[in-house]
């Protein structure tokens, strides 16, 4: 069901003053290996902030690297969304020589209605985003932006997708707080206008995991990597409780069906819990499965979390190799500034 977007009217409170082509498997063949580079919940506080050219001149001089993807949470959650720091992002932004990957996450917009935030509502500041890091819809960030195929006709122009060397890539918008349906600041329950916005990205997404793996299907890639900020897995929450993740559901359950009819492996990048960590979240034996009512278990799916927030000492450095079985290996690289 197509939900109407409702009118934002209001702004910050409290602050003053693609298919532009998925390259085809032959045309997008080259070297045996493809390298690219993930960070995520990155530049978090004054001290990573300050230090973030650096990591970026860091990227830009590994060699092997030639794509660059940041999963989101471009600043802490409670910081201020002012217009003037989403610009300063941008500008650093800018300076990747390779193409740049962005996947939103929730701290840009999702959690600014917080007072500490700046009391902003959630989709103005999600509007802003869009205008600032999206410019060109259809093409990537960075000095030599690449072309992807982007939602832009369903108002989303950061989910995109495309191939780099057998491999289909996607990058979802998907946040942590209940993928955006935590209730804001004084209210019990979701608005009308947050819950339109959470359905209508919702069902893009979804179309898009479906998009990507029948590509990946039709044109026999070997695997298949899916990019978003939320980690619908938390490890690091002991119990779970549902009321904080049914929004994930028929996300999760898209994946799943997807997953276990792909022959080869799936990776799921993500950061939001900010520790690194690899596992298998809809294996059979995972609890995982039965909390989200999965029912086609998907045991080709790896998931992995790159370091953030204050342990954000290293970038995922993943190596594409079509002659590997897993097709993907990687290693952390610690931050030499």
């Given at each position: 069901?197509?939900?109407?977007?409702?009118?934002?009217?209001?702004?910050?409170?409290?602050?003053?003053?693609?298919?532009?082509?998925?390259?085809?498997?032959?045309?997008?063949?080259?070297?045996?290996?493809?390298?690219?580079?993930?960070?995520?919940?990155?530049?978090?506080?004054?001290?990573?902030?300050?230090?973030?050219?650096?990591?970026?001149?860091?990227?830009?001089?590994?060699?092997?690297?030639?794509?660059?993807?940041?999963?989101?949470?471009?600043?802490?959650?409670?910081?201020?969304?002012?217009?003037?720091?989403?610009?300063?992002?941008?500008?650093?932004?800018?300076?990747?020589?390779?193409?740049l990957v962005y996947t939103v996450g929730d701290n840009e917009w999702t959690d600014c209605?917080?007072?500490?935030?700046?009391?902003?509502?959630?989709?103005?500041?999600?509007a802003k985003v869009r205008q600032v890091f999206f410019p060109q819809p259809g093409r990537?960030?960075?000095?030599?932006?690449?072309?992807?195929?982007?939602?832009?006709?369903?108002?989303?122009?950061?989910?995109?997708?495309?191939?780099?060397?057998?491999?289909?890539?996607?990058?979802?918008?998907?946040?942590?707080?209940?993928?955006?349906?935590?209730?804001?600041?004084?209210?019990?329950?979701?608005?009308?206008?947050?819950?339109?916005?959470?359905?209508?990205?919702?069902?893009?997404?979804?179309?898009?995991?479906?998009?990507?793996?029948?590509?990946?299907?039709?044109?026999h890639n070997k695997a298949v990597v899916l990019l978003t900020q939320a980690d619908m897995?938390?490890?690091?929450?002991?119990?779970?409780?549902?009321?904080?993740?049914?929004?994930?559901?028929?996300?999760?359950?898209?994946?799943?069906?997807?997953?276990?009819?792909?022959?080869?492996?799936?990776?799921?990048?993500?950061?939001?819990?900010?520790?690194?960590?690899?596992?298998?979240?809809?294996?059979?034996?995972?609890?995982?499965?039965?909390?989200?009512?999965?029912?086609?278990?998907?045991?080709?799916?790896?998931?992995?979390?790159?370091?953030?927030?204050?342990?954000?000492?290293?970038?995922?450095?993943?190596?594409?190799?079509?002659?590997?079985?897993?097709?993907?290996?990687?290693?952390?690289?610690?931050?030499?500034?």
């Open positions: 069901m197509r939900v109407r977007r409702a009118p934002v009217i209001s702004a910050c409170l409290a602050l003053v003053g693609l298919a532009v082509g998925i390259p085809s498997a032959a045309a997008d063949r080259g070297p045996q290996t493809y390298t690219f580079a993930v960070i995520g919940d990155i530049p978090y506080g004054p001290a990573q902030i300050a230090r973030f050219p650096k990591v970026i001149d860091q990227i830009n001089a590994d060699k092997p690297v030639k794509l660059v993807t940041h999963l989101g949470d471009i600043k802490d959650g409670s910081s201020v969304c002012s217009d003037e720091y989403f610009a300063q992002v941008k500008t650093q932004f800018d300076r990747f020589a390779d193409p209605h917080r007072a500490n935030n700046g009391s902003c509502n959630p989709l103005e500041r999600l990537t960030l960075g000095q030599h932006p690449a072309k992807v195929e982007t939602q832009v006709a369903q108002g989303i122009p950061e989910d995109v997708r495309f191939t780099r060397d057998d491999v289909a890539f996607a990058a979802l918008h998907i946040v942590g707080s209940n993928n955006s349906m935590a209730p804001w600041t004084g209210k019990t329950a979701p608005t009308p206008e947050q819950a339109a916005e959470v359905l209508n990205r919702t069902s893009a997404v979804m179309q898009s995991i479906h998009d990507t793996f029948a590509q990946a299907r039709d044109e897995f938390d490890p690091t929450v002991a119990s779970p409780a549902f009321a904080d993740y049914y929004a994930f559901q028929p996300i999760v359950q898209e994946i799943a069906r997807e997953a276990a009819n792909f022959r080869g492996p799936v990776y799921l990048f993500n950061g939001d819990s900010h520790v690194y960590n690899s596992d298998k979240p809809l294996a059979a034996s995972s609890p995982w499965t039965t909390f989200y009512g999965v029912t086609t278990p998907a045991e080709n799916l790896s998931r992995i979390t790159v370091d953030g927030s204050t342990g954000d000492n290293d970038y995922l450095r993943v190596t594409i190799d079509s002659h590997n079985p897993a097709v993907l290996t990687w290693s952390r690289v610690p931050f030499t500034s």
